[in-house]
């Protein structure tokens, strides 16, 4: 970790390096109108030659203020974790083998803070620290007993985890509003989708649909044992919030019509989207 004066500028260039998605908000500027109220700054509480160490969580603060996000109404028995680069736990030697020695460092801390997230959650719902596998699905291997999904983005990695015995699955997935590229809706989005998004459309719109969609295939392909694609479910706004619903048959269980509950929220560039399947 880096030492730093207690309310230093930060090295602008080093986090565009480090973390390319996240703007620069240097301290002291008008704050972003999506954060909670403003950490105080150390140096107000002490003056000479103090100095501390700061984490990735502390540089994430001192431009965003706190992320908003564990404020997201989840269903009771669906356990949130929240872990900034930096924060992160080492992997386990099972979770080291998935990497592949030829892993960059900015994927190693994408895994690091994602399994460091699960055992978190998993902590959480009384389970023991466990190495979090990867299926054939490329979804995470959960131990007996629990349900999860993990996802990352703009150096923080989220983790939910809920009991099976109340979940079947879990999907998640958290976005930074950079993702859009143009033409993105027309690989995402069909039919009255895509009218919806209007031509030309917002790409914070198009980045919420695709977050939605990818916490929907998340939850569902490991129950369903197999792959599926964007068309597969549809995403409609209803009174602003969004409803899926699946437009062909995954398997006996998850035919067409099947209403997938979803939830999102935005945290300025950020969008989480969380889908909790019941168990029957």
Known sequence: ???????????????????????????????????????????????????????????????????????????????????????????LPEEEALLGLRAVDRRRTDVAVGRTAARRALSKLGLPKTPIGRGALGEPLWPAGAVGSITHAAGIGLAAAALDDRFAGIGLDLEHADRYFAGLEDEISFGAERDELGTPPDGRDVVELFA?????????????????????????????????????????????????????????????????IPAD
């Open 212 to 276: 939605v969609k990818e916490a929907t295939y998340k939850a569902l392909s490991p129950l369903v044992g197999r792959y599926f694609g964007f068309e597969a479910a549809q995403v409609r706004r209803v009174d602003g919030a969004p409803t899926v619903m699946l437009r062909e048959d995954l398997d006996d269980s998850y035919v067409t019509g099947t209403v997938v509950p979803v939830t999102i929220q935005w945290s300025g560039d950020l969008v989480l989207a969380v889908v909790a």
């Open 1 to 91: 970790m880096d030492v730093e004066p207690l309310c230093g500028s930060l090295d602008a260039s080093a986090e565009a390096m480090r973390f390319p998605s996240l703007p620069t908000v240097h301290p002291g500027a008008e704050r972003p109108p999506w954060t909670r109220h403003a950490r105080p700054c150390a140096a107000q509480a002490k003056s000479g030659p103090f100095r501390r160490m700061l984490t990735q969580r502390d540089r994430l603060a001192l431009q965003y203020g706190d992320l908003v996000l564990f404020d997201i109404a989840l269903p009771q028995g669906v356990v949130l974790e929240e872990v900034p680069a930096g924060d992160e736990a080492p992997l």
